[in-house]
Every structure is written in structure tokens, then in C-alpha cells.
Nanobody
Framework: QVQLVESGGGSVQPGGSLSLSCVAS????????LGWYRQLPGQTRELVAD???????EYADSAKGRFAISRDNAKNAVYLQMNSLKPEDTAVYYC????????????WGQGTQVTVSS
């Protein structure tokens, strides 16, 4: 059973920084992209950034230049460093593991709240 356990998040003032961590277990993740999505109330979940085993990254336009995703394959962990945070970054952030080789399947963490407010 794949599990994704998130940590980090919280509240910060505009312009501040936060980091998120997610540790995956229950599988080998060589064929998975690991990433972060976010969801605002009443809206669909949207990609923030993801990263493959080989280190290829993809970012939402809103995250480019401010957020950095990284991955530690030995620990099955993915991290999101968020800088220059804006109030519109306020959302629930979800860790995601998406298998892209051998049949598509994906798993989600429980979500962690990020609030950017003065």
C-alpha cells in the first residue's frame, strides 16, 4: 500500500518562505513522478511542480522562479521550497506520486495547509 506522508506548511507573511516535505512508502518509485498539487476552496486541484526519478522537473507558471522542487531517491522523498510567497498561494497542498511506466496510477497525501497572510 503506497502512502505519502507530508510535513511542513503553516502560515507565513507575504514575501516569506515555507518548505514542504513528503516521504513515500510502499513501493519502489523509480517509475513514478513525485510532485505537489494545490487546491483552493471550490476549485480543481492544480499542479504546482513535479519531478521524475531522473530529475526532470515541471512547474506551473505561477511557481516558476519562486518555488523549487527537489527529490531524494534514496529516501523516497520530495521537497518543495516556496519563496516570495503571495496571498494567492494560500491553498491546501497535496503530495502526489504518479506512476508513468507500467500503467498509470497515482496516489495522494492527506494535504497540508499553506496560508499566506499579513
Amino acid at each position: 500500500q503506497v502512502q505519502l506522508v507530508e510535513s511542513g506548511g503553516g502560515s507565513v507573511q507575504p514575501g516569506g518562505s515555507l518548505s514542504l516535505s513528503c516521504v513515500a512508502s510502499g513501493s519502489t518509485f523509480r517509475n513514478y513522478a513525485l510532485g505537489w498539487y494545490r487546491q483552493l476552496p471550490g476549485q480543481t486541484r492544480e499542479l504546482v511542480a513535479d519531478i521524475t526519478w531522473g530529475g526532470q522537473t515541471e512547474y506551473a507558471d505561477s511557481a516558476k522562479g519562486r518555488f523549487a522542487i527537489s527529490r531524494d531517491n534514496a529516501k523516497n522523498a520530495v521537497y518543495l521550497q516556496m519563496n516570495s510567497l503571495k496571498p494567492e498561494d494560500t491553498a491546501v497542498y497535496y503530495c502526489n506520486a504518479e506512476r508513468r511506466i507500467g500503467g498509470r496510477i497515482e496516489y495522494w497525501g492527506q494535504g497540508t495547509q499553506v496560508t499566506v497572510s499579513s
